[in-house]
């Protein structure tokens, strides 16, 4: 049984009733209360205290302190008036269950009012958080579109400069064989020249000597055999001529070769072994092993084969900054950062490895074609399918049987006439 609390005191106003209900011994939270517009309930067992009070309050507003065991209520009227008494008096069970009932259903009512409103505003602040979360994302899209549409710039003044310094090139290289056709024409026109003379001389000797023939036939016939025995030149001697020959860094042979190109390629070669050595007195905290482009070569690509791709980029790094000249250092760091999307600066590691592949001779072509193959997908990655078809294109005339070649440019072709399918 319940132990009902009869003890409390109540005061008032014209506005509001003040009532004080000490809960000895037990612990009281908002939740042991009830509370609406005519009913009042505080239920902590083993106490129970319940009222119907004499006239309405704004349940809204009035308010509930639990302070020193004491529950303090400060109950706001909703009509201003002085009330007779705290309860209702003079109330049969039948209304008072009514009471009680209509206090619940309103609770119930109010509750779910709440819920609702509650659902309304979690809606509510959802919709804001979907539209700020929008903004954002297009904010966010702009942004990178932008970023995009400046490195695309960016890629494509560096690949008009390149082009403008490649058809510089070509103009020196045109220039300097026309000036070195005009010195063979000059040295085939001297030579042809003294051949001239040298016939003219002989035919002036030939002309003499018939004329002496003639004066002298008389007596030909005493001495014809004679001096047909001395215009016989006498037999050779027999001797062993010996040839020496100069070692040759390519395996053609020296007719079928470009003699200019390739000690152009030797002369490069040496300039990088130059370079390595001139670069070890600056790096003297380093390893023995480490100072080797070699080694760190080796380094990179192993670091490369197990996916850790900045690791391979430092090797690469540290190898060409003790020999900036190789080519397969640059050939290999583009392939890196193909990996990692930094996309310009694998164009830029691969032109620079088509720069020192030259001149273009059969053993650097496969070096060529995969720095040609790698700018060409980094175009493609920027979506310039002109410039990547190009370099594909340019990878073909190195390697025409390669079949997936062939399939990847007739892939960016169908791609630059708008014809490429989903797949």
Known sequence: ??????????????TAVFLSLPMRGVRVT?????????????????????????????????????????????????????WESL???????????????????KAQEKADEEEKSKAVTKREHKKYALEATMKLEDTERKRIENLKEEERKKVTEELERWKEKQRNEEKQRKIQKE????????????????EINKAKTLNAGTSKT?????RAGSSENIFSGKLKEESFPAPRSAGTIKISFTSRVFPTALRESRVAEEE???NKQAEA???????????KDLNEEEKNPDWLKDKGNKMFATGNYLAAVNAYNLAILLNNKIPVLYLNRAACHLKLRNLHKTIEDSSKALELLIPPVPDNADARVKAYVRRGTAFCQLELYAEGL??????????????TLEQDAEKIQHIIHGTAQDS
């Open 87 to 105: 309860v209702m008096e003079n109330g049969n069970k039948e209304k008072m269950q009514r009471i009680r009932e209509n206090a619940i259903i």
């Open 179 to 194: 000036e070195e056709i005009r010195r063979e024409g000059k040295l085939i026109e001297e030579k042809k020249k003294q």
């Open 273 to 283: 072994r130059r370079a390595m050595n001139a670069n070890f007195s600056e790096l």
């Open 1 to 14: 049984m319940p132990v009902w609390v009869r003890d409390y005191s109540w005061r008032q106003t014209d």
């Open 30 to 82: 908002q939740a042991n209360i009830f509370c609406t517009d005519q009913y009042l309930k505080v239920n902590v067992p083993p106490f129970l205290f319940e009222a119907i009070l004499y006239a309405p309050i704004d349940d809204t507003s009035s308010t509930a302190k639990i302070r020193n065991e004491t529950i303090f209520f400060t109950l706001y009227k909703k009509e201003v008036a002085m």
């Open 210 to 214: 018939r004329s002496i023939s003639t």
């Open 390 to 403: 190009q370099d594909y294109e340019s990878a073909l005339k190195i390697d025409p049987t390669n079949k």
């Open 264 to 266: 152009e390629w030797l």
